[in-house]
C-alpha cells in the first residue's frame, strides 16, 4: 500500500478539476438544528485543516444552515493561503421561475459566498411536471453566459431529464446522486448517458451517513429518532428499504473482511467501490466541521485497488439487497420519500398547480396552458368533470419551442410530464390514468416512443394504443392523449 500524501485530481472539463473526494458540508445544517448558529471563524479554520491536506473542493447549498456564509468567511480570510473551491446548490421551492427571481437567488449565495463566481452551481427541480425547472435552467444557463457562473451542474436528476436538459442546450458538467453500495440506482441508464455526454457524477451518500463505516459493524439497530443526525435519519431508511439491519450487517462484515486485508477502514472500502464506478467523478463526504476530522483515513482511499475477487465478493452480497425504486433523484419526487422525516415537510409546504384552472357552471373544470391554440382551435389542455378527466392530444410544445428537437424518447418524456401536470392540476395523478392513446410521426420510432412510455407508466399500466399519424407540424414526433379516473 502506498501512502498519498494529497488526494488525486480528476478533470471534469476544462477548468473543472477536482480532487477525488470533495467535503460536504449538509452537516452544517445539523450542526445548527437547536437554532445556534457556527462560530464561522473557527469553522472555517476547520475548512483549512482540510484545503491543507488537498482537499480544497467543497459542496453546499442555499439551505445546509449557514455552510455558505462560513465559506465566505473562509473566501476573506484564507483563500489567499489555501485556495479552495466552492460547489454550492440552489435548491428553489416549486413556483414560478423568472429572470429576477433566478438572478436574486444567484446573487444571494455570491453575497454570502463574498465570491465574483460560482464555481459550480448545482440545481435541483422538486417536480418535473412543472416545466418552470426549464426555465430556471435556462435563466442559469444565461447567468453562467454572463460571468456569474462558472459551471451548472445538476443535482438528484434522474437519466429521462438529465438527457432533456441536455437537449435543451444546457450546458451541464456534473450530476449529483446518490451512489453507494446501498443505492446502485446510477449504474443503470445514468452512467451511460453520462458516458456517452461527457457529464460526470458526483456520488453523495456514499457512507450512508457512517452508516458504512467500522463504528457500526456489529452494533444493534437503531430507531429513527431525533436522536440520530438528520444524515443518518436518512440513510437509516435506505438500509430498511434496501432489506434490513441484519443484511446491513452482512454487508459490513463483508467489506470488514477486504478492509482489514487491506489495513483500511470500510469506508475506504465502500468508497472505493463507488469511485471505480463510470463516470464517477468523486465521491462526496461529509465532515462536521471541528468536531472530526478524516482527511488521514481518507487519504488511505488512494493507496491501494480491489481486485476483480474483491469486486466479485461485494457483487455476490449486493444481489441480496433490494434496489432502491425509481432512477436517480426519485427519493425526493415519489414515495417512498427517503428523506430525513420520510417526507417532503421539511423543504417546503406545497406544490403549485402547473396549469391555471377555471370551473364553468356545467360542472366542468378546465386545465388552460395558455397557448394560442387553445382559443384558435377552442380547447383546454384537459377537462374534469365528476371523477374523469380528459387530456388534449399533447405534443413537447413549451412556449415557443420543442423539447426534445430530433429525439422521439425526449419528446414522449416531456408529454407524459405535461400530462401529469394537467393531472395535478384538477386533482389526479399519473397513477389515475386508466388509457393513453399515443400517435407517431415515423412509424419506426415506435420502440423509443413505447420505451419511454414504459419507464413512466410500467406501475400503472394503463390500456393503450400506437398508431402511426400525420401530426400537425414537422417538428412533432409524438402525440399523446390520456384519459384518467380520479
Not at 465521491?283 to 483515513?297: C, F, K, M, Q, S
Request: charged share 25%.
Amino acid at each position: 500500500m502506498k501512502d498519498h500524501l494529497t488526494p488525486p485530481l480528476y478533470k471534469i472539463t476544462e477548468g473543472l478539476e477536482v480532487p477525488r473526494i470533495i467535503t460536504g458540508l449538509w452537516q452544517v445544517a445539523d450542526m445548527e438544528r437547536e437554532g445556534i448558529l457556527n462560530d464561522f471563524e473557527a469553522k472555517a479554520l476547520a475548512m483549512k485543516a482540510y484545503a491543507d491536506k488537498g482537499f480544497h473542493t467543497f459542496d453546499m447549498a442555499d439551505h445546509y444552515g449557514s455552510a455558505e456564509e462560513i465559506t465566505g468567511v473562509y473566501r476573506e480570510n484564507h483563500q489567499q493561503d489555501s485556495p479552495i473551491q466552492a460547489f454550492t446548490k440552489w435548491v428553489p421551492e416549486p413556483g414560478e421561475m423568472n429572470k429576477e427571481n433566478v438572478r436574486a437567488a444567484i446573487e444571494l449565495s455570491l453575497e454570502k459566498l463574498k465570491a465574483q463566481q460560482i464555481d459550480l452551481l448545482q440545481f435541483h427541480a422538486w417536480q418535473y411536471a412543472d416545466p418552470a425547472w426549464l426555465d430556471a435552467l435556462a435563466y442559469l444557463q444565461e447567468l453562467k453566459n454572463e460571468g456569474l457562473i462558472k459551471h451548472l451542474g445538476l443535482t438528484n436528476f434522474d437519466t429521462a431529464h438529465l438527457q432533456m436538459a441536455l437537449n435543451y442546450g444546457i450546458e451541464i458538467a456534473t450530476n449529483q446522486v446518490s451512489y453507494s453500495l446501498l443505492d446502485t440506482r446510477a449504474s443503470h441508464g445514468m452512467s451511460a448517458l453520462c458516458e456517452a455526454s461527457g457529464v460526470r457524477l458526483l456520488a453523495f451518500g456514499t457512507l450512508a451517513g457512517g452508516f458504512l463505516s467500522d463504528k457500526w459493524l456489529g452494533k444493534p439497530e437503531p430507531s429513527i429518532t431525533e436522536d440520530l443526525t438528520w444524515s443518518q435519519m436518512k440513510y437509516k431508511r435506505f438500509i430498511d428499504t434496501a432489506g434490513g439491519w441484519w443484511r446491513f450487517q452482512q454487508l459490513l462484515y463483508t467489506l470488514n473482511d477486504i478492509a482489514q486485508s487491506k489495513e483500511v477502514s470500510i469506508a475506504n472500502i465502500a468508497s472505493r467501490y463507488i469511485l471505480e464506478q463510470p463516470a464517477v467523478a468523486a465521491v462526496i463526504i461529509g465532515a462536521r466541521l471541528g468536531e472530526r476530522n478524516h482527511t488521514e483515513d481518507n487519504l488511505k482511499l488512494f493507496g491501494f485497488d480491489l481486485s476483480e475477487a474483491e469486486r466479485a465478493s461485494l457483487q455476490q452480497m449486493l444481489d441480496t439487497f433490494n434496489a432502491i425504486p425509481g432512477d436517480c433523484g426519485d427519493e425526493y419526487r415519489k414515495p417512498p420519500f427517503l428523506t430525513a422525516a420520510g417526507n417532503l415537510s421539511h423543504h417546503f409546504e406545497g406544490f403549485r398547480a402547473p396549469y391555471p384552472t377555471q370551473t364553468t357552471g356545467n360542472g366542468r373544470t378546465k386545465a388552460l396552458s395558455g397557448t394560442v391554440w387553445e382559443d384558435i382551435a377552442g380547447f383546454s389542455r384537459a377537462v374534469r368533470k365528476g371523477n374523469r378527466i380528459a387530456i388534449s392530444g399533447t405534443t413537447a410544445t413549451h412556449g415557443d419551442q420543442i423539447i426534445g428537437e430530433s429525439d422521439p424518447a425526449i419528446q414522449t418524456h416531456f408529454i407524459i410530464d405535461k400530462i401529469e401536470g394537467a393531472l395535478l392540476s384538477l386533482g389526479g395523478s399519473l397513477e389515475d390514468v386508466i388509457r393513453t392513446r399515443i400517435f407517431v410521426r415515423n412509424i419506426d420510432d415506435w420502440e423509443a416512443v413505447a420505451r419511454a412510455h414504459g419507464e413512466r407508466f410500467k406501475l400503472i399500466q394503463p390500456a393503450n394504443t400506437l398508431v402511426e399519424a400525420a401530426l400537425v407540424g414537422d417538428e412533432y414526433l409524438v402525440e399523446i392523449e390520456a384519459d384518467a379516473i380520479v
